[in-house]
């Protein structure tokens, strides 16, 4: 059984409430993760991809803005790798061009000279700590987001693994059931045909010409159901 206790705070989180969160699908059946207000707009953005793509802007619009997460999350999505002002500065100074390429351009020649100058204007320094500095804003997940990794878990154990307990028991509750209605039907059977006069082994006749049945016929039947 998977436990995600201790992922979840006790205490309430810190930071400005946020309302421009939406609920974080998991997978086509529509589990959920949902980002109540409880959790900070720091928090909602932290743990975006979008975030985690471009962290130098990530980091700089929530110090310098009061977007809601879900407005910086957008902007993030549609707007070039934002470079540090280290960086900025160094490919100034060091690159005759620099002035005239677009921001796009810009953030692939920065990464192009960090790769091949062992990252000599700060380039991955820079996103590294953007990175850091967005973990740190992150909170404990809430009950509900608890519950919702653990069905999550849960449901790809039974996807993968037919003796999963909850699989075993889905097999063990069919056959219960397929037991209970053949048993059922049979007993009806036995009704219909002792109505019409004929005696079944087991049966009683009593003296009035009634034909009953043995007692419980349903559950002695539901016992000698093959499987």
Do not use: C
Not at 6 to 19: A, M, Q
Request: hydrophobic share 35%.
């Amino acid at each position: 059984m998977f436990d995600f206790s201790h992922l979840s705070g006790k205490t309430k989180t810190k930071g400005e409430s946020d309302n421009g969160n939406a609920p974080l699908k998991l997978d086509s059946d529509d589990t959920q993760i949902t980002r109540p207000k409880q959790h900070s707009r720091g928090h909602n953005v932290a743990v975006s991809t979008e975030a985690k793509d471009n962290p130098v802007l990530a980091v700089r619009l929530l110090k310098e803005t009061e977007l809601s997460s879900k407005k910086i999350k957008l902007k993030l999505a549609s707007s070039p790798a934002a470079l540090s002002v280290f960086t900025m500065k160094f490919m100034e100074e060091n690159d005759p061009t620099w002035e005239f390429q677009d921001d796009e351009e810009k953030a692939h020649t920065a990464l192009m000279f960090s790769t091949q100058n062992r990252d000599a204007n700060g380039y991955i320094a820079a996103k590294t700590s953007a990175l850091k500095a967005l973990k740190k804003m992150e909170e404990p997940l809430t009950g509900d987001e608890v519950k919702a990794l653990a069905s999550m878990a849960s449901k790809m154990q039974n996807d993968y693994d037919p003796m999963s307990p909850e699989n075993v028991r889905a097999r063990r509750k069919a056959d219960e059931e397929y037991q209970e209605e053949v048993a059922q039907a049979a007993a009806r059977r036995n009704d219909r045909i002792r109505a019409s006069g004929v005696s079944l082994p087991g049966d009683t006749r009593r003296v009035n010409g009634k034909i009953e049945g043995p007692v419980r016929e349903a559950e002695l039947l539901k016992s000698q159901v093959p499987l």
